[in-house]
């Protein structure tokens, strides 16, 4: 059965830098395409960055040069490098596993940015 679990969220000031950790069950995480993903109070969850098996990458354009998506083979782990962190990137951070139809979930971190 996949299992995604996430780590590493907390309490940050505004420019300051997270990392977040998902770990992935060896079954799945070299042939699907890692996420995260992020839900706000009121609103949707929104895509923040994806990374592909075979290493490419695609981010929101409001972390673009802030937040790095990485994956680690050999760990079946995937990080979210966060820096110059402002109160918008406030959220419950979700990572998602991808593959054609088939989808798995963590169960989320939650990410607060505040002085």
């Known amino acids: 059965q996949a299992q995604l679990v996430e780590s590493g969220g907390g309490l940050v000031q505004p420019g300051g830098s997270l990392r977040l950790s998902c770990a992935a069950s060896?079954?799945?995480?070299?042939?699907?395409?890692m996420g995260w993903y992020r839900q706000a109070p009121g609103k949707q969850r929104d895509l923040v960055a994806t990374i592909t098996s075979g290493g490419s990458t695609n981010y929101a354009d409001s972390v673009k040069g802030r937040f790095t998506i990485i994956r680690d083979n050999a760990k079946n782990t995937m990080y979210l490098q966060m820096n110059s962190l402002k109160p918008e990137d406030t959220a419950v951070y979700y990572c998602?596993?991808?593959?054609?139809?088939?989808?798995?979930w963590g169960q989320g971190t939650q990410v607060t940015v505040s002085s």
């Open positions: 998602k596993a991808t593959m054609g139809l088939s989808s798995y």
């Open positions: 060896r079954s799945i995480f070299n042939r699907y395409t």
